[in-house]
């Protein structure tokens, strides 16, 4: 499955954004999905997950609370909802998903096995 990210810019302290992945090539509903960021001079980080139906979602502690990640698979688009946030958000942020049919704990849970990564999409956060 190819990911494309959008919806990226610039946003004041406290506001908020929301982030859409495009899914093409192949089934959305076979894949669980993830949201990475990688802020400018730090590693790449895991933000949060949804499994195949939506039924599931985990979030970093860093953004559980403040974000929401969703799914529409009949639109094969993923979300990023990103509420109250704050300048340490800023940061390049990825969609990303596994192999077909693997669980959305192989994102998350020790070195992230990810199989396509969409391009990233930038987010500013004004302080």
């Known amino acids: 499955v190819q990911l494309q990210a959008s919806g990226g810019g610039l946003v004041q302290a406290g506001g908020s954004l929301r982030l859409s992945c495009a899914a093409s090539?192949?089934?959305?509903?076979?894949?669980?999905m993830g949201w990475f960021r990688q802020a400018p001079g730090k590693e790449r980080e895991f933000v949060a997950a949804?499994?195949?139906?939506?039924?599931?979602?985990y979030y970093a502690d860093s953004v559980r609370g403040r974000f929401t990640i969703s799914r529409d698979n009949a639109k094969n688009t993923g979300y990023l909802q990103m509420d109250s946030v704050k300048p340490e958000d800023t940061a390049v942020y990825y969609c990303?998903?596994?192999?077909?049919?693997?669980?959305?704990?192989?994102?998350?849970?020790?070195?992230?096995?990810?199989?396509?990564w969409g391009k990233g999409t930038l987010v500013t956060v004004s302080s």
């Open positions: 090539g192949d089934a959305f509903s076979n894949y669980a």
């Open positions: 990303a998903a596994p192999d077909r049919d693997q669980a959305m704990g192989v994102l998350f849970s020790g070195i992230p096995r990810v199989r396509s």
């Open positions: 949804i499994s195949w139906t939506g039924g599931s979602t």
